[in-house]
Structure formats: structure tokens, C-alpha cells
T-cell receptor, first 113, second 116 residues
């Protein structure tokens, strides 16, 4: 069975500081991995995804994530936080051969001026 | 281009009343369709998904049901709502080609349900 664990339900960083949001997954077969962002009272939009190939993937708004198979992790990072990055972030996993997509519990990112 | 419509956007319902949330996708064929619920502090919970007309997979046993009467229409229903059904319901779709999909979800704007 697949599962996703996001460490830290709330992360707060200063503007300009490094953003690190953690995601660990469990999957018996190679997964597809995703990060989504949700702004208040809206649906989710894709930030980035890993399917195959390069393990460091770049997304929108300066975010990137690295797939580390040995650590079963897919942490999201951004070198310098901006006030507009304040939102909720979700990690998701999907088996390559299946249609079910499972999300983590989410991490709310706050940015301090 | 593809669009997804979800309605109603908000609703307040008494306990024991029925529910119907509707979702339609335009601009694509044979999408995979999903219903998720987001409750406060509980992340995004997969409720149902469908890979074709009349094909529904249920992930969480509860008093909700889903139907897919047409290729691009997905309906979430309940005969009798519970207080615990309150939440933010999100419909989403993915491209599907020959049983394979990228897994990239496209979400609707959501329906906020309050059960009193």
C-alpha cells in the first residue's frame, strides 16, 4: 500500500530564508511523486513532479525537490522564501501502474517579514 | 483547453438531509476522475476515483457514494448527511490514455459543505 508522511504540519520561515518541507513515502513499487500548493479556499495546483529520469526536479515559483530512493524521500526546497509562498503544501504519491493518488496531511508554510 | 467545473461552491445542510455535488470536465475525453475531502487539520483524503463510466473505486467506507453517469461527469452523493461530513470537497481529473495516466491532477475550485 502507498502512504505519504509530511513531517511538520506548520513551518514558519523568515522572508529570504531557505524553505524545506519534508515528505517521505512508502510504496512497494517505483512511484510517481508530486508536490501541490493550495492557496486559501482554492483547489490545488501542481508545483512539480517526479516520474522518471533526473532525480532533482524543478518546478514553478523557484521550488525544487529531490527524489532519494534510498531515503524514500521527496523533500521540497526553495533557496529564498517570498511572502507570496505562504500557502499549504501537499506531497502526493502514485504507483506507476495504478490510478489511485494518495496525499500527505499537508504542511502550512508561513513567511515572517 | 481543458476546464473543470464544480458546484455548488458552498452549501449549508442540516443533519440527515441529502447531498449532491457535481463535477464536469470539458476539453478532454476519458479522464480519470477523483473526489477528495479536506477536513480541518486532516489533509486531503481520497474518497472515490473512477477510470471510466460506471466504474467507481471507493477508498473510505462511509455514507457517501459516487457515480459517473457520463464520461466527463462525476457526482458525489449522500442520502443522509452526518455532522462529520462537513469539509471542503475537491473534484479532480487526470489525463488517461490506454489505461496509463501521468498522475498530474487538475483540481476544481472546491465545494465547502457545512452540516449543522
Amino acid at each position: 500500500a502507498q502512504s505519504v508522511t509530511q513531517l511538520g504540519s506548520h513551518v514558519s520561515v523568515s522572508e529570504g530564508a531557505l524553505v524545506l518541507l519534508r515528505c517521505n513515502y512508502s510504496s512497494s513499487v517505483p512511484p510517481y511523486l508530486f508536490w501541490y500548493v493550495q492557496y486559501p479556499n482554492q483547489g490545488l495546483q501542481l508545483l512539480l513532479k517526479y516520474t522518471t529520469g533526473a532525480t532533482l526536479v524543478k518546478g514553478i515559483n523557484g521550488f525544487e525537490a529531490e527524489f532519494k530512493k534510498s531515503e524514500t524521500s521527496f523533500h521540497l526546497t526553495k533557496p529564498s522564501a517570498h511572502m507570496s509562498d505562504a500557502a499549504e503544501y501537499f506531497c502526493a504519491v502514485k504507483r506507476v501502474s495504478a490510478s489511485k493518488i494518495i496525499f500527505g496531511s499537508g504542511t502550512r508554510l508561513s513567511i515572517r517579514p | 483547453s481543458q476546464t473543470i467545473h464544480q458546484w455548488p461552491a458552498t452549501l449549508v445542510q442540516p443533519v440527515g438531509s441529502p447531498l449532491s455535488l457535481e463535477c464536469t470536465v470539458e476539453g478532454t475525453s476519458n479522464p480519470n476522475l477523483y473526489w477528495y475531502r479536506q477536513a480541518a487539520g486532516r489533509g486531503l483524503q481520497l474518497l472515490f476515483y473512477s477510470v471510466g463510466i460506471g466504474q467507481i473505486s471507493s477508498e473510505v467506507p462511509q455514507n457517501l457514494s459516487a457515480s459517473r453517469p457520463q464520461d466527463r461527469q462525476f457526482i458525489l452523493s449522500s442520502k443522509k448527511l452526518l455532522l462529520s461530513d462537513s469539509g471542503f470537497y475537491l473534484c479532480a481529473w487526470t489525463y488517461s490514455l490506454g489505461g496509463w495516466d501521468t498522475g498530474e491532477l487538475f483540481f476544481g475550485e472546491g465545494s465547502r459543505l457545512t452540516v449543522l
